[in-house]
Every structure is written in structure tokens, then in C-alpha cells.
Nanobody, 125 residues
Framework: QVQLVESGGGLVQAGGSLRLSCAAS????????MGWFRQAPGKGREFVTA????????YYADSVKGRFTISRDNAKNTVYLQMNSLKPEDTAVYYC??????????????????WGQGTQVTVSS
């Protein structure tokens, strides 16, 4: 089991930036692929980005590529999501996810992920 706690959400104007954090506890953090998903009002959950255990391989949804950056600090058991040039369509609850296998499984086999409780990001126009 791994426990995940997100923070850093809030209200920001379009074009602004936010940095989300996800603190993990319970198991060896560096063994897990990590990622972020989001769910907008009235829509299903969607993949945003993922990072492998060592941090040298990342994946992004086309909608956030070039604007969002995922990173991790294994010494602090934390994964980050830097979000720049935010748009109103980025408004959603953002969920941190952990997977003990790899980023491919994290992205495709959601039932095998551990999830945080989510943090709200609201981008005003």
C-alpha cells in the first residue's frame, strides 16, 4: 500500500501557473511509477502525465505538452506537476497516481493504480 496526498491546487487566472505536489508514504517511493490524472466537471477522468521510477522518462497528454512538467524527488517521496500557461479548460480535480509496475501500466491499467484524494484547480478566463 502507498498513501498519496496532493496539495497546491487553487484558483488562478488564465495564463498563470501553479505547482502541484504529491507526497507519498507507506512503501518505497522510488519503486513506483507516478502520474497525474484530472477530471473536469461532467467529464470522465483523463490521463495528464507520468514519470518513471528514476525520473528520466516522462509522458504527456497532447493537451498539456509544452505547458506542464512532471518531476520527482525520490529523497523527499514527492512528485510535482508544474503547470504553466494555464487555460480555463485545465479546470479540474487533479489526482496523483502511483503504480508499482511502470508508466505504461499506470496509463492503461487504472485499476492497478493507487490514488490520492485529489486537489481542485480552477482557471478563470
Amino acid at each position: 500500500q502507498v498513501q498519496l496526498v496532493e496539495s497546491g491546487g487553487g484558483l488562478v487566472q488564465a495564463g498563470g501557473s501553479l505547482r502541484l505536489s504529491c507526497a507519498a508514504s507507506g512503501r518505497t517511493f522510488s519503486n513506483y511509477a507516478m502520474g497525474w490524472f484530472r477530471q473536469a466537471p461532467g467529464k470522465g477522468r483523463e490521463f495528464v502525465t507520468a514519470i518513471n521510477w528514476s525520473g528520466d522518462s516522462t509522458y504527456y497528454a497532447d493537451s498539456v505538452k509544452g505547458r506542464f512538467t512532471i518531476s520527482r524527488d525520490n529523497a523527499k517521496n514527492t512528485v510535482y506537476l508544474q503547470m504553466n500557461s494555464l487555460k480555463p479548460e485545465d479546470t479540474a480535480v487533479y489526482y496523483c497516481a502511483a503504480n508499482r509496475w511502470n508508466t505504461g501500466t499506470l496509463r492503461q491499467r487504472w485499476e492497478s493504480n493507487y490514488w490520492g484524494q485529489g486537489t481542485q484547480v480552477t482557471v478563470s478566463s
